[in-house]
């Protein structure tokens, strides 16, 4: 099966550029998810592979359940180190730009990773890139970033050199941002990749049940609380949403994480097409998070661009609103007004 994702001169650039790097900074999103880390982790391994040492970063924490993952201790946070961070960007003759398509993303790391003269590479399978990358290695249709790793490090014949910590990596990352594989990956090449994960050793219901069977109790009661108390549900537009606020969530002892997966919930209702979570932020006044999911050809990435001052894939996009949660829900209800107006959004 064909895995390449580059033409054998963009390769050939690819370890040119690599080759010609020492002082190699990786990076992620804000509030990375398993995506981000584990991509950002499995190419660092790859890397060190090939001799070099790469500076893993991210601008803050990653969720309690990804906390398990082999090489997390990599990880350097800018929010809790500053200095170190700003100092390897200043340094940097190469930055890996990891699962982000917009330094916007990247929220408070943002100023000194544009200010940085480093070299930039962009791997990515979000829409519409706007780094100003040497190379942009973009392609939205695929599962993940951890995908597009994976198939870098296969065209790349690092593939029997992989440990087996980059490979749990990779899967997760693969996994998690296709919710176990129920979206976005009819593709055969993404069975063909777990198969060749599997290779190494890795045990994938461990690892599914280390990302989604380790809630606490407080977060399970939140999300029966949220389900049975907050859903409001539009029946005609076959859509609905619920809200989180800071009071609740410091009522059900929240932790970064506790959210994670919740908005895909009310998707299991028959004929539900749409399901969009407002929650807001735990430190800063007037920020809601937004997060909306949907099925089929029903594109929730134009709400969230149209609506919600943000984007994402076709059936799972996210955004922010810099309001009350009174404010919010209003949008919310004119976004889907316009949902249920057009039956079945296409891009524009």
Known sequence: ????????????????????????????????????????????????????????????????????????ERVVRHDKHKAEVEEAFAHADLVFCLDFNSSSRLLDMQEVFDASSARKVLIDHHQNPDVAAEMTISFPVMS???????????????????????????YTGMMTDT??????????????????????????????????????????RMRGYVLSQKLVVFPNAHACYYTLTREEMKRFHFIRGDAEGLVNEPLRIRNMRLSISLREDTERERTIWVSLRSVDQYFCNVLAERFFNGGGHKNAAGGKLTCTMEEA???????????????GIVPE
């Not at 951890?146 to 990779?170: K, T, Y």
């Not at 979206?183 to 290779?199: A, D, H």
Request: glycine share 8%; charged share 20%.
């Open 329 to 343: 829900e209003q949008v919310v209800h004119r976004a889907i007004l316009y949902f249920a107006a057009h039956d």
């Open 1 to 72: 099966m064909n895995l390449n994702l580059l033409s054998d001169a963009e390769i050939a650039s690819l370890r040119q550029i690599i080759a010609s790097s020492e002082r190699i900074v990786l990076c992620c999103h804000k509030s990375p998810d398993g995506d981000a880390i584990g991509s950002m982790i499995g190419w660092g391994d790859y890397l060190q592979m090939l001799g070099k040492k790469p500076m893993l970063v991210s601008p803050d924490a990653y969720p309690d359940f990804l906390g398990w993952l082999p090489g997390k």
């Open 144 to 170: 993940s970033t951890s995908e597009l790793v994976f198939r870098l490090i296969w065209q790349m014949d690092g593939f029997d050199q992989m440990p087996r910590s980059a490979a749990v990596n990779l």
């Open 179 to 220: 919710g176990g594989f129920t979206y976005n990956s009819s593709r055969p090449e993404v069975y063909f990749i777990i198969g060749q994960l599997l290779t190494k050793g890795i045990d994938k219901d461990k690892i599914y049940r280390n990302v989604y069977n380790t809630l606490s109790e407080s977060c399970l």
